[in-house]
Every structure is written in C-alpha cells, then in structure tokens.
T-cell receptor, first 113, second 109 residues
Framework: KQEVTQIPAALSVPEGENLVLNCSFT??????LQWFRQDPGKGLTSLLL?????REQTSGRLNASLDKSSGRSTLYIAASQPGDSATYLC????????????FGTGTLLAVQP | NAGVTQTPKFRVLKTGQSMTLLCAQD?????MYWYRQDPGMGLRLIHY???????AKGEVPDGYNVSRLKKQNFLLGLESAAPSQTSVYFC????????FGQGTRLTVV
C-alpha cells in the first residue's frame, strides 16, 4: 500500500528565505506526482505536476524535483513571501484503471514578514 | 474557465436528514473523486468514478452513495446524516492533472 509522508509538518521562516519542503513515498511505481497549495478554508490549488519520466518542473519561484528510485520529491520555494503562507500537499498517482491520488498530510508553512 | 464547481458551499443538517452534494467539471475528464478532509486525518477518498455510469468505493465509503449519470457531474449523497459526517468535502476531476473544487463545509448536529 502506497504511503506518502511530508516532513516537516509545520515550518516557520522569515520573509525572503529560500526553503525546501519534503515528500516521500513508499512505492516507486508512480505515474506522476503533484504538489498542491491549500489556503485556510479553501480548496486545493495545483502548483506543479511532475511526470514519472521527469526530474523537475519549475513555475516562477517554485521548483519541484522528483527522484523516483529513492521515493522522494522536494518543493523548493525561492525568496519566500508572506503570501506563500499556506498548507502544501503532495500527492502521487499510480495511473492505471483508477488513476487515484494518494495524499501526504501536508506541511503548514508560515512566512513571517 | 470554471474548472470544478461544488454546490453548496456550506450546509447544516440535523441528524438523520439527507442531502446531495453536486460536483460539476467542464474539462471533459473521465475520472472524478469525492474526498473528505478532517483535522489530523488528511484527505480521505470516499468514492470515485472512472467514467460516465461507473462508481467505486474508496477508503471511507460507509454512509455515502454516489452517482455519475452524466460525464460532467458527480453526485455525493448522504441518506441519513450522522455527526461523524461533519467534515469538509472536496470533489476532484483528473485527466493527467487533478483539479479540485472549493469544498463544501458540512455540519451535522
């Protein structure tokens, strides 16, 4: 059974700092991995999708990497801003008949002004 | 560019009442999912559908039913609501990438 873990569970950093969020998964046979952001009381917003054949994806100040063989992904946020404060979730999909997403429990990020 | 739309956004039910949550997507996705999100439990899959006319059970299906009569709509029903079903419910649709609705906050008293 696929298990997804995110460390740390919570992180507080001063504005301007670069930071890394970690996601690990137990079954390396994934189809893709997706990073989401969730603001309090809101839905999940897709940030980046990495296909299993890719090593990384970039969008603005965000860079996500994938090391499938070791079961790890990282989300790098450059020059953090208070507006980056949110919960960040990673989810893996095995594709196939159900195409289900298996979620980690998230990292709560607070960027202090 | 609506994406995934959930209705209603908020609802309060009395124990034993029934209701239906509606999820609509405009991306022509085959796969649709209903999750619930509770503090400390993360997102848990209730039911899902791999195409029009199909449904299947997820991790926590008890007390819920679903239907997918049209490809763009996925309905989640609570036949007899219980306080344990107080939660935030999210619908998602997925092609390669998954997109989520804004959620329905349900309180059962």
């Amino acid at each position: 059974k696929q298990e997804v873990t995110q460390i740390p569970a919570a992180l507080s950093v001063p504005e301007g700092e670069n930071l890394v969020l970690n996601c690990s998964f137990t079954d390396s046979a994934i189809y893709n991995l997706q990073w989401f952001r969730q603001d309090p009381g809101k839905g999940l917003t897709s940030l980046l999708l990495i296909q299993s054949s890719q090593r990384e994806q970039t969008s603005g100040r965000l860079n996500a990497s994938l090391d499938k063989s070791s079961g790890r992904s990282t989300l790098y946020i450059a020059a953090s801003q208070p507006g980056d404060s949110a919960t960040y979730l990673c989810a893996v999909s095995k594709g196939g008949a159900t195409n289900k997403l298996i979620f980690g429990t998230g990292t709560l990020l607070a960027v202090q002004p | 560019n609506a994406g995934v739309t959930q209705t209603p956004k908020f609802r309060v039910l009395k124990t034993g009442q029934s209701m239906t949550l509606l999820c609509a997507q405009d991306m022509n996705h085959e796969y649709m999912y209903w999750y619930r999100q509770d503090p400390g439990m993360g997102l848990r899959l209730i039911h899902y559908s791999v195409g029009e006319g199909t449904t299947a059970k997820g991790e926590v299906p008890d007390g819920y039913n679903v239907s997918r009569l049209k490809k763009q709509n996925f309905l989640l029903g609570l036949e007899s609501a219980a306080p344990s079903q107080t939660s935030v419910y999210f619908c998602a649709s997925k092609g390669t990438e998954a997109f989520f609705g804004q959620g329905t906050r349900l309180t059962v008293v």
